[in-house]
């Protein structure tokens, strides 16, 4: 039995713009109304800070316990085009249980840099953690959790780490 053909004037199409049923020059009435500048936070999050390692400026948001009951640290890599804020409610959780906890925003994505000249390979990216690490807390013991990508970066940044 053939299929029916469809009345083509009968199938809905998408409306213009930015938002269905919302003109895009609405939107950027609204956008240009926004209040800027001076009430602008410089950092992301409250916990979100800079650094420089390697000549790659990278961003990360620090969690820290009770120093009371500290259970131990641990970097939270996120997946492909993710960012900090992949973790947040993970490491909101990890804190509660007392886990000092980074997450670092790998190049290019999040608020870390974005150039060309950033080496952006799965060794590449583990050693620059690993200099991100010694750097801004020499010391500490560090448990590894990645998603996706970060999984990779977080294998091979273990892979680097000779045993104690």
């Not at 583990?126 to 200099?131: K, V, W």
């Not at 690490?133 to 560090?142: R, S, Y």
């Not at 990508?149 to 000779?162: F, K, L, Q, R, S």
Request: glycine share 10%; net charge negative.
């Amino acid at each position: 039995m053939p299929r029916q053909q469809k009345n083509k004037d009968a199938i809905k199409r998408p409306q213009p713009g930015l938002f269905k049923g919302f003109p895009t020059h609405t939107l950027l009435l609204w956008a240009l109304l926004l209040p800027t500048g001076a009430a602008a936070s410089p950092e992301p999050f409250e916990n979100s800070y800079f650094v420089t390692i390697e000549g790659v400026e990278l961003h990360f948001r620090h969690w820290v316990p009770d120093p009371a009951h500290h259970k131990g640290s641990c970097l939270l890599i996120h997946g492909f085009s993710g960012s900090t804020f992949s973790w947040e409610g993970v490491a909101q959780r990890m804190q509660q249980l007392g886990f000092e906890v980074v997450a670092v925003d790998i190049p290019p994505f999040g608020y870390s840099d974005k150039s060309a000249r950033v080496n952006k390979s799965v060794t590449g990216l583990a050693s620059l953690l690993l200099d991100f690490l010694d750097g801004l807390f020499p010391g500490h013991a560090w448990h590894l959790a990645g998603h996706s990508m970060g999984g990779a970066i977080a294998t091979m940044a273990a892979a680097e780490t000779p045993p104690d």
